[in-house]
């Protein structure tokens, strides 16, 4: 019996690190402290997968565990809202445009796949870019590493539509096979953030999303359009760069989710000034906008924190640079935000699953739940830099990762 357990937890380990791991093997994981993703913290537990799933999460037992990460702390994979997958940097180092082969961008596209799958995002939101969806797919094929996919394909952008021809748009999108529906209700935030969309087309969109059972994700900084987008029960509004006091409770009351980027976006294109200048509006004027704005978010972040029933997702809205540093959103809002801890990560796992709508699915870790969960290097709660230490990554209880030091 010991001899064939012995084997059984050798061939688990094997099947499961090639990736070949079949339907039912059972994996069991110690974990030094594990992160349900809803608030809960269990020391000294042992998770159970069989197949993609999580079968029991239990006390620890003296029986041999698959992996014993028992120096390390467990949480879901992290979410990430709102990405944009299909930008990078081309052959050149500066911002890819339209210059590239299909198949050079299918590559490029994989790696930034990968990147984020080993940086512990096991699903990521990504609008959007009409190719994202062959990348979605290919990813769910089960050969090609890489976190979940949603996409909203390509977004809204044409704000001479009518009402009818924004409806036409949403059911044509989600009948292509979009997850999500991005629209923009106003400008760059380089170019002021003003409404582009009137509130009659901004309903339009959102209560056709809703029709067509799909999430709806609005661009949207100044006050007014995210004061429509959330009285015509949009899903989430993205930036908000102007809103106040006023719109932070509309929305709270609303339900309306607000995804605010604070820690990375602004930074990045910083970091990578001569990677992006010169492209569109990324010119001297959109540069030195954005570094006076960085305290400008803070500040905004910081007040909407104050609203404790406001649901703020992590959505980096991370392209070309920031693939893989996701994380960052999640560690400024903790460090220089003032967040508590558990609040960032509960935002980046399970309030992030809420708002995809898989919240029985991802984002925390229970019985039932996908087998998707990550080991990072320390305790998050009283150091969130341990996010950046990622030394397994598990998805849909496949090992992609495991750097694990051993005891
Ligand atoms: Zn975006």
């Not at 796949?113 to 699903?123: E, H, I, P, V, W």
């Not at 290919?138 to 009402?163: E, F």
């Not at 998050?380 to 005891?407: C, E, F, H, Q």
Request: some cysteine; proline content about 3%.
């Amino acid at each position: 019996m010991l001899s064939r357990t012995i084997v059984a937890a050798v061939l688990g380990a094997f099947l499961a690190a090639t990736g070949a791991a079949t339907a039912q093997q059972s994996i069991t994981i110690r974990a030094g402290t594990i992160l349900n993703g809803k608030g809960g913290v269990q020391r000294n537990a042992v998770i159970t997968v069989e197949g993609s799933k999580i079968a029991r999460l239990g006390a620890n037992t003296t029986q041999p565990a698959t992996y014993d990460f028992s120096r390390l702390t467990i949480l879901p994979g992290l979410i990430d809202t709102h990405v944009h997958i299909a930008n990078h940097f081309g052959k050149d180092g500066r911002l890819a445009g339209t210059d590239e082969s299909p198949g050079e961008q299918a590559l490029y596209d994989a790696e930034s796949a990968y990147t984020l799958l080993m940086s512990g995002f096991t699903t990521v939101q990504s609008i959007g870019a009409q190719r994202e969806l062959a990348l979605r797919n290919a990813i769910a094929r089960g050969q090609l590493p890489g976190p979940r996919v949603l996409t909203s394909s390509t977004p809204l952008t044409d704000a001479n539509l009518t009402p009818d021809q924004i409806r036409q748009f949403v059911r044509k999108t989600a009948a292509d096979g979009a997850d999500v529906i991005k629209i923009f209700a106003t400008k760059s935030i380089r170019e002021g953030g003003g409404q582009t969309l009137s509130d009659e087309q901004i309903f339009a969109a959102c209560d056709e999303a809703k029709k067509q059972g799909k999430g709806i994700w609005v661009h949207a900084h100044a006050a007014s359009a995210v004061r429509a987008s959330a009285l015509a029960g949009c899903t989430a509004v993205t930036h908000g760069f102007l809103i106040t006091d006023a719109e932070a409770s509309l929305m709270a009351m609303r339900g309306t989710y607000f995804e605010p980027q604070t820690g990375l976006l602004l930074q990045n294109y910083i970091e990578n000034k001569p990677r992006f200048f010169g492209i569109g509006n990324y010119n001297e004027t959109g540069f030195k906008f954005m570094e006076e704005s960085i305290p400008k978010t803070l500040a905004m972040f910081k007040m909407a924190m104050k609203h404790r029933d406001l649901k703020m997702l992590m959505g980096t809205d991370g392209g070309a640079g920031a693939h893989g540093q996701n994380a960052r959103e999640i560690i400024y809002r903790v460090q220089v935000g003032g967040q508590p801890a558990m609040d960032a990560i509960v935002a980046a796992t399970s309030l992030n699953a809420a708002a995809l709508g898989m919240q029985n699915q991802i984002g925390s870790l229970a019985a039932g739940m996908e087998a998707d969960l990550i080991a990072v290097d320390g305790d998050p709660l009283t150091d969130i830099t341990a996010l950046r230490r990622v030394m397994v990554v598990m998805k849909g209880g496949r090992l992609y990762k495991n750097v694990a030091p051993s005891r």
